[in-house]
C-alpha cells in the first residue's frame, strides 16, 4: 500500500490568511497615499512626460531616447522627485533578444504554450522570478510580459506566446507568471486586455462578442489573474472590440478594469496603438512606442488640453497616479537599475525543469517510448534537429548570448530593419547531439528531411527513426491552416511506411492536425521548448524524465471542427500586421457563435471529439483518481479527491476538475486543477475551492449561480472523465466585483 499523504491543499480562490490580506492592503493604501503625494508635486510637463513612452530601439530612422537602452520603451522619470524612468523591455519569454542589440542574451524560457503544458504554478512562478532578475540585471525596470490571451483562434500567430484555451488555466498560471517577475521588484504587464485574437488585421479588426460571452471568457481570465498577481500595468490590445480600439475603449479601460474591478495599477498602450488624445478620457494612461502612432498624443497634445479642459486636467493626474500607484507598490526604486550583461545564475536551469514538464506525450503505441539508451540504430530526421530548437518570432523573441544558432530569413528586409524581428532562429540546444549523449553507443544518422526518399532509406537502415516537424509562428503573420507546412507530412509518411518505429516530435506553435498519426509508433509535442530544449527532448524521449506535460488547447482532427473553419480576413486581407490593410478596411470576427465556448467547451457543446483534447497528456506510469467529494459550506464550494499512481515508476499527473453540467443543461467548464508528483502506489489528497463565477452565468451586472443540481467530474483531459458526483447549490450572486450580493 502506497504512501498516503493530503499533499496538496490548492486553495484556489482567495483563502489566503486574513493577515496576509490585511498586510496587502496596507501596502496598498500605503502606495496610494504615496503616489498621491508625489503627483501633488509634480509640474503638468512632468506628469505629462510620465504618460508618453517612447521606442527604444534604432529602426527606420527612429532613433533611441537619451537615457534609454536598447529594448522596446523607454519613460522619462522626474529625478527630483525621486520618480525613476521606465525601462521597458520584452516579454513573457524573458528579456528579448532584438538582434543582439544590447550586445548580450538572456535566458531563453520555452513558449507561452510549453508553459502552459506544465499545469505548475510553482514553476511558473520560478520562471517568471527568473526572467525578472534577468531584467533588472540587464538594466530594465519594467517587464512587458504577463500575455495571457486565450487561444480562441488557434491559427494565432502568436498562439506560441500565450498559455492555454481556458480561462480558469490561464488565469491560475498567468498570475503566477507576474507575481514571480514582480516578486524582483519589476513591474509586469499583463497583456494585451482584453481579446487579441489574431494578427491579420490586426489593427483594424473588430471583434463582435456579447457581454456575458466576454465577462464569462478573455475577461474572466484577466479578472482572475489581476486579483491574484496585482499586475503593475495592464496592455491595452490593438484590436476593435464591439466597436472602439481597445486602447480607447471606455467599456473595458474604466466601466470593467476601474469601476467593476478596482484595478490600481496603469494601462499601457501597445506599440503602435493609440488613433487619439481623447484615449487618455477613456481611460488610457500611457502611450507606448508613440514614434509609432500619428502624434506623440500624450506629449504637447495633452499638456495643451490638460491646461485648459477640466476633463484633461483631472485625468492627467490620475493617470499620474496610476502609474507612480505601480512603481512604488513593485518597488522598483527611484532610480533605474544599473546595465549589467549578466544572467541570472539558475537560468539554465529552470527553462530546462520548464521544458520537461512542458513537453506533452501524446501517443505511445506498444511502448514505443521510452527508448532504450542501448539501442543500436537511431535515424534523426528533419526540423533542424541538428542545430537546435525552433523560437517563435517578432517581439518576445530571446535568444541566448551567442543569439541563434542558425537564422532563416522570413521577410524581404524592406531595408527597416525591423524584418530580422521575424526571422526564423533556432536555440543552439540541438536535439541530435543531446540523443547522440544518450545513446552513446548507437549508430545516430542525421537527414534533414528535405528529401522523403534519402530520410525513407535512413529510417529504413535504423531501430527507430525520430521526425521532428516544426510549425514556424511569428507575430504579425498567422498560419493560415493547421498543417505542418513545407511537405513535413508527406515526409512523416514516408518515414513512416519505410520503418513502423517512427517517432514524431513536434516543435510547434500550436496544435496541429495529424494525417499520418495512426502509422507512427509515439508522438511527442515539444513546443517550442527554449534555451535547453535539445536537452529537454533526450530527457523524454530516453525516459530520464516521465513527461507530465498536458495539452493547454485543443488540437482539432480537423479545421471543420472550429467555429471558424477559416481565419477571418483570410480572403480579404493581406498576410500579417506590416501592411495595415487599405485606408479604411476592416474586418468583422463575430465571436458570439462561440461565445464564452473556446476549444474544449466548444466542441462539448458540438458533441465533437478532438484529436487530441484540452488536458490530454501520457506518461510512463498510471494514475488513478478517486474518491471525488464536493460540498457547500462556510468555506465555499469544495472538493477533495485523490490521485494515485498506479504504475511502476514515480510520475507526475494533472488531476483536473470539470463542471459537465448545471440547472440550465450541459455545460462544460474547467473549475479546478492539481499538479502532484508520486512515486509508484503513492496516493495523495487533493482539497480544491471552486470559484463561483466558474459555475455561473454573466447577468444583470453580476454572477449568476442558479439554484439546483451540479455535476462534475475528474478528468485526465476535458474527454477522459470519471464517475460524476451531483452538488445540489442554492442561489449564489456576486457582484461585478466578484463581491457576494447579500439579499436582504
Ligand atoms: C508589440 C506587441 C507587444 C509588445 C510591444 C513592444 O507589437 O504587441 O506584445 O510588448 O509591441 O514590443
Redesign the pocket.
Known amino acids: 500500500m502506497g504512501r498516503t499523504r493530503t499533499a496538496i491543499t490548492s486553495i484556489l480562490f482567495a483563502a489566503a490568511s486574513v493577515s496576509a490580506l490585511a498586510d496587502a492592503q496596507v501596502q496598498e493604501d500605503a502606495a496610494a497615499e504615496r503616489a498621491a503625494e508625489t503627483e501633488s508635486r509634480m509640474t503638468n510637463e512632468e506628469r505629462t512626460n510620465l504618460t508618453l513612452g517612447l521606442m527604444a530601439m534604432e529602426f527606420a530612422g527612429v532613433k533611441s531616447p537619451e537615457g534609454s537602452i536598447p529594448g522596446?520603451?523607454y519613460v522619462p522619470g522626474v529625478p527630483r522627485l525621486g520618480v525613476p524612468a521606465l525601462r521597458?523591455t520584452?516579454?513573457s519569454l524573458g528579456v528579448?533578444w532584438i538582434g543582439g542589440a544590447r550586445g548580450d542574451g538572456a535566458t531563453a524560457l520555452p513558449s507561452g504554450t510549453a508553459q502552459g503544458s506544465t499545469w505548475n504554478p510553482e514553476l511558473i512562478e520560478l520562471g517568471g522570478q527568473t526572467i525578472g532578475a534577468e531584467a533588472r540585471l540587464k538594466g530594465f525596470n519594467v517587464l512587458?510580459a504577463g500575455?495571457i490571451n486565450l487561444m480562441r483562434e488557434p491559427r494565432n500567430g502568436?498562439t506560441f506566446?500565450y498559455l492555454g484555451e481556458d480561462p480558469w488555466h490561464s488565469a491560475i498560471l498567468g498570475a503566477a507568471a507576474v507575481k514571480g517577475i514582480q516578486s524582483q521588484n519589476v513591474i509586469s504587464?499583463m497583456?494585451?486586455f482584453a481579446i487579441?485574437p489574431q494578427e491579420t488585421g490586426r489593427h483594424f479588426m473588430n471583434v463582435k462578442i456579447d457581454g456575458a460571452s466576454l465577462r464569462e471568457s478573455d475577461l474572466l481570465a484577466f479578472e482572475i489573474a489581476i486579483e491574484r498577481a496585482e499586475p503593475g500595468a495592464l496592455?491595452c490590445?490593438?484590436n476593435r472590440t464591439n466597436g472602439p480600439l481597445s486602447c480607447g475603449s471606455k467599456f473595458l479601460l474604466t466601466d470593467v478594469l476601474r469601476d467593476d474591478w478596482g484595478y490600481k495599477g496603469f494601462v499601457m498602450s501597445?506599440?503602435?496603438a493609440v488613433e487619439a488624445l481623447d484615449f487618455a478620457l477613456a481611460g488610457l494612461d500611457q502611450q507606448?512606442?508613440a514614434q509609432l502612432d500619428e502624434d506623440l498624443f500624450f506629449g504637447e497634445p495633452l499638456l495643451e488640453a490638460a491646461s485648459s479642459d477640466p476633463r484633461y486636467r483631472e485625468r492627467l493626474g490620475e493617470m499620474v497616479r496610476n502609474i507612480l500607484h505601480a512603481i512604488y507598490a513593485v518597488g522598483i526604486g527611484d532610480a533605474v537599475p544599473e546595465k549589467t550583461d549578466e544572467e541570472a545564475p539558475n537560468g539554465g536551469e529552470v527553462a530546462l525543469k520548464v521544458a520537461q514538464e512542458g513537453i506533452v506525450l501524446l501517443r505511445n503505441e506498444g511502448g514505443a517510448l521510452p527508448l532504450s539508451p542501448d539501442i543500436g540504430s537511431i535515424a534523426v530526421i528533419g526540423g533542424h534537429a541538428d542545430a537546435g530548437t525552433p523560437s517563435g518570432g517578432?517581439?518576445?523573441r530571446v535568444m541566448g548570448d551567442d543569439g541563434p544558432s542558425i537564422a532563416i530569413p522570413f521577410l524581404r528586409d524592406g531595408g527597416s530593419g525591423f524584418a530580422a524581428l521575424f526571422d526564423r532562429m533556432y536555440h543552439g540546444s540541438a536535439p541530435l547531439d543531446a540523443i547522440r549523449e544518450m545513446a552513446k553507443d548507437a549508430r545516430v544518422t542525421f537527414r534533414d528531411g528535405r528529401y522523403p526518399s534519402e530520410a525513407a532509406l535512413a529510417a529504413a537502415q535504423a531501430d527507430v527513426a525520430i521526425v521532428f516537424a516544426t510549425q514556424y509562428q511569428t507575430?504579425g503573420f498567422d498560419v493560415p491552416d493547421l498543417s505542418l507546412p513545407g511537405g513535413q507530412d508527406a515526409l512523416i509518411a514516408a518515414v513512416a511506411a519505410a520503418n513502423p518505429n517512427t517517432i514524431v516530435v513536434l516543435e510547434t506553435g500550436g496544435p496541429v492536425v495529424m494525417p499520418w498519426l495512426d502509422d507512427v509508433a509515439g508522438v511527442v509535442e515539444a513546443w517550442y521548448a527554449g534555451a535547453r530544449g535539445g536537452e529537454a527532448i533526450a530527457d523524454i524521449l530516453f525516459g530520464k524524465v516521465n513527461p507530465s506535460g498536458h495539452l493547454p488547447i485543443t488540437f482539432p482532427a480537423s479545421l471543420d471542427q472550429l467555429p471558424r473553419p477559416q481565419l477571418d480576413g483570410a480572403e480579404t486581407v493581406e498576410p500579417g500586421f506590416l501592411g495595415r490593410g487599405e485606408p479604411g478596411q476592416t474586418l468583422e470576427a463575430d465571436y458570439t457563435i462561440e461565445g464564452s465556448d473556446i476549444g474544449y467547451r466548444w466542441f462539448a457543446r458540438k458533441g465533437e471529439a478532438a484529436l487530441f483534447p484540452f488536458g490530454h497528456g501520457l506518461s510512463y506510469t498510471s494514475f488513478e483518481h478517486g474518491k471525488l467529494a464536493l460540498a457547500h459550506g462556510d468555506d465555499g464550494i469544495t472538493a477533495r479527491f485523490e490521485m494515485r499512481n498506479t504504475g511502476e515508476r514515480t510520475g507526475a499527473d494533472v488531476a483536473q476538475l470539470y463542471l459537465i453540467s448545471g440547472p440550465e443543461g450541459p455545460k462544460q467548464r474547467l473549475v479546478g486543477f492539481a499538479k502532484q508528483a508520486l512515486e509508484p502506489g503513492e496516493t495523495a489528497a487533493v482539497d480544491l475551492t471552486l470559484d463561483p463565477r466558474l459555475l455561473g452565468e454573466w447577468e444583470e451586472g453580476g454572477w449568476h449561480v442558479a439554484s439546483g443540481e451540479y455535476r462534475f467530474a475528474l478528468g485526465h483531459s476535458a474527454e477522459a472523465l470519471g464517475a460524476v458526483q451531483s452538488l445540489g447549490l442554492p442561489e449564489i450572486r456576486l457582484d461585478a466585483s466578484g463581491h457576494p450580493v447579500v439579499k436582504n
Open positions: 522596446a520603451g521597458e520584452d516579454a528579448t512587458l500575455g502568436r506566446e504587464t497583456k494585451h487579441n496592455m490590445a490593438y501597445d506599440w503602435g507606448s512606442g517578432g517581439s518576445s507575430e
